[in-house]
């Protein structure tokens, strides 16, 4: 049983003269890793931006008065319970000053997972999840294990699951109703890989309101790459650039893992399960108070001569309006904009009846309530950029719970185990390529529901485009009940012939989000907020529409740097939120992910690396081709085959004899070799 932990009492006599120098120093909580240069010298005593790892495990110390400071959370997704996980453990923020306010009678959020095997499951999503989750991971190695007993975590738990059971995908995708499609390279030309690499080097801020389609060429969006990026990540083709370049940055070490999905990490469970149930078990034994059916509608925001002062919330509170007032030194965390408000439902014979809430200042949505902040301050960004064209950020998911059938065994065909072993099994989504509405579908590990009988999968299937009719169900999806789509699902993987005895043993919910890709619509330096919006001195934005400096969104992690960054701002908490995990720099992921884009062939100037490095210390950051061994770098060759290509690139006539030489000798000498 977790006990609520208090504030510490710190004797800091000894260490007086260092509290004191601490306290004086002016620590940036979300230093920028890429606009710093990196080096060491009198001004660096706090570790590099991008540090992740022991040395930034440190616990802060409280800061003054904090046992009797309060603070409200607007949200209850992962951004607003890692808020409150940050305030008592970083914050050191007693729990029963913390009071979750939720509109919905659940919490969670995006973070969803419900339902049972007579009714059908439901899950809106899965959970593709990367190790360098730093701030995720933080919380969860700290929250107690679901299986587990005292002291492990959900981390050593998750770490359990995954150490043991390589994710990884044998059938990523598919075509021409069932046949595999290959998927060993990313098809990128020589002219592509300079489209990626252009993107690579474009400045953040020349990007503004570009789209994927404005920035490239329809061969690009035909290659397979693309096909992997965007149904993995659900990019569409009029979504921000500058969205999929931080990607890029964030996620360069994932590259070779991007078309069989080694790069990806699952949890167990659903996500709710998984997540959502310990934490809040957690914050709640802390003392946290959650108020549900709670939906805020406006804030009183006082505005002073350079500073803007929360005083009061307004809510509404099981349909009775309330006011909340905020004392002097109390704070406000405001999840602004949510992804999955307004799902409408549908099952496998009714058609998900979007109605959109309405957006008036006095309407109570979550949209609503930054559109209200919005029109306070331009610090607060542009939301209608992202919530103001639903059919540009809407797609559709469902969630079959299915009982033996052609579908069940073909799952098993295309899957890397057994799906009913309990370990991984379609290892990732399969796409169908060829299909209208990019449909892809998704079998995790089972059983995906803690109570989920043994003979019953649960599969997730989504799809990307909204508007065009199918291939064997002549409608847009949108339209469709969910045994149409589980119908138009069964034709692109060949059982059509067996649809009936199919729906037969699966039951579908279908779940429409509005503005599921919100976050990526085109955006501009301004349209969201910061953090803490320039001037708040005690209101903070969390979630997926909040400026971090280099962080992406429509991941978990990304919430709860925002949620991390806010209590380490507004509590003025002297410790550094490390930026993203720094892959991008490292010479060995930068390497692979060139010969990965280079459809794993050796790329221009590897025959150099190689002739220089191999036989060296650093022989093994060299990337290896698909069958070589590492002894193999040692085999002569690729050097004198770049050579003669080089050669074939100059004109004719020109001899490359003496630069070879010249470039041999310098090796020779840089090797010490004579
Ligand atoms: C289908 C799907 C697939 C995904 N896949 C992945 C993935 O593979 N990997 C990954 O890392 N991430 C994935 N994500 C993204 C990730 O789950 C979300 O980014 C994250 O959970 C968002 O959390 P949040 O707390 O910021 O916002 P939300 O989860 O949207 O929570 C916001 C909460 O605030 C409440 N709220 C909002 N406004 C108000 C108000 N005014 N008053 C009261 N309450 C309010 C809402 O009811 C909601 O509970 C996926 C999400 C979905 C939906």
Known sequence: MTRPTAAPRIDSARLKTHVDALNALAVDCSPDA???????????????????????????LPTEGIADRHAYIVGSGIAGLAAAFFLIRDGHMPGANITLLEALKVEGGALDGSGNAEEGYLIRGGREMDMTYQNFWDVFSEIPALELPAPFTVLDEYRIVNDADKNYSKARLLEKQGQLKDFSTMGL??????????????????????????????????????MFWRTMFAFQNWHSVLEMKLYMHRFLHLMDGLNDMTALVFPKYNQYDSFVRPLMAWLKAQGVKTQYNTIVLDLQIEAGDKTLTTTA???????????????????????????????????????????LAEHSPAAGSGWQLWKNLALKSPVFGRPEKFCGNVPASMWESATLTCTHSALTDKIKALSVNDPYSGKTASGGIITFTDSSWLMSFTVNRQPHFPDQPADVLVVWVYALIMDKPG???????????????????????????????????????????????????????????????AGCSNLACLGQFVETHNDVVFTLESSVRTARIGVYSLLGIKKQVPDIFPGQYDIRRLLRATRTLNNDEAFLGEGILRRLLGGTYFEHILPLGPDEKPEDLHKPGMFEQQLSALRTMFEKSQTLDAPKKWIQAAIDTLRGRR
Not at 36 to 60: K, M, Q
Not at 207 to 213: F, K, Q
Not at 321 to 350: H, K, M, P, W
């Open 34 to 60: 890429s606009s710093i240069h990196l080096h060491n010298g009198r001004d660096t005593s706090l570790p590099p931006a991008d540090l992740h790892g022991s040395y930034t495990n440190n616990r802060p």
């Open 189 to 226: 030309s020589k002219l592509r890989q300079l489209e990626l690499i252009r993107l690579l080097l474009a400045r953040k801020e020349d990007l503004d309101d570009i789209t994927v389609e404005e920035w490239f060429s329809q061969d690009f969006l035909n290659t397979n790459f693309y």
């Open 313 to 355: 919330i307004q809510c509404r509170h099981n349909d009775k309006e309330e006011t909340i007032n905020i004392g002097a030194r109390d704070l406000v965390f405001v999840t602004t904009g949510s992804i999955v408000e307004d799902t409408a439902y549908g099952d496998g014979d009714t058609v998900p009846q979007l109605t």
């Open 471 to 533: 291939d064997f169900i002549k409608k847009p999806m949108v339209e469709c009940t969910g045994n149409e789509i589980l119908t138009e699902m069964c034709f692109h993987l060949g059982l059509i012939e067996q649809v009936d005895e199919v729906i037969a043993a699966s039951k579908v919910r279908t779940a429409l989000m509005p503005y599921i890709t919100g976050q990526f619509m085109p955006r501009a330096k301004g349209d969201r907020p910061w953090v803490v919006p």
